[in-house]
């Protein structure tokens, strides 16, 4: 009796195609894709703190291996995907942390902006700091 | 109320894609310029190593080293779900894992420093 009440749950096939069905979720797609390119070049990061506590020898030899075309073009690559994610990770922010003064609500621009702004000026000190220009 | 796991794994991956937000572009620029063959002059190791060897900057390098890892891992698992690829168990265990071996990695290099 139980086997014939029992039912076959039906499950729907899911397939990756409905990234293609419109440019918002390709857009989407995009945006989660740069992690695989941060957490690539994290662990890269990683490596080279191996090098580095193994000596002159092997941190020359990583910075020789940077200078190989693949190196460059994952860099290359890397850089548009991760810069990509802070600028929808900062136009999200007034979603994220909507502020609230008196009776009104701080504009949205504001609040990105402002984020767009630091990430300018820490970016800048990064760069002035490390002699890069 | 249930008790949820979720803050646990979703904290750390909002601070990391803070963390990468400010940090990661400007990061991948200097390693780059390094590729291009112009190192700036942080790369020198007797400049790096000096820097690496303080307390405060490797705590600093573990801590972004695990946030963006974290927030990678997470984005991941959610981007394979979306996907099709419905072992979520399997893939959040093996890519947080993947995370806490990777930032141990980089506690044991650092700490020969």
Known sequence: MAEEMSRKPYVREMTSEW??????????????????FIGGWTLMMVWGLKQL???????????????SPASIAFHVIALAFATYHSVTWFNLTPKALPLQLGEDFVPDAAISGAHFAAWAVLSAAVLYLAGAF | MAISS?????????AGGTVTAFVTPVLIVLTLLAALGH??????????????GHWFVKLAIVGVVFLSLWSCAHRLRITLYDLGVRADILVATVLYAATIAATAASVLYLARI
């Open chain 2, 6 to 14: 979720k803050p646990i794994v979703w904290g750390p991956f909002a």
């Open chain 2, 39 to 52: 190192a700036p002059d942080l790369l020198a190791y007797d400049r790096l190593h000096a820097l690496a």
């Open chain 1, 53 to 67: 506590a193994a000596g002159p020898e092997a941190w020359a030899s990583y910075l020789e291996w940077l200078k």
């Open chain 1, 19 to 36: 990234i293609f069905r419109h440019p918002r979720y390709l857009r989407y797609m995009t945006r989660e894709f740069s992690c695989l």
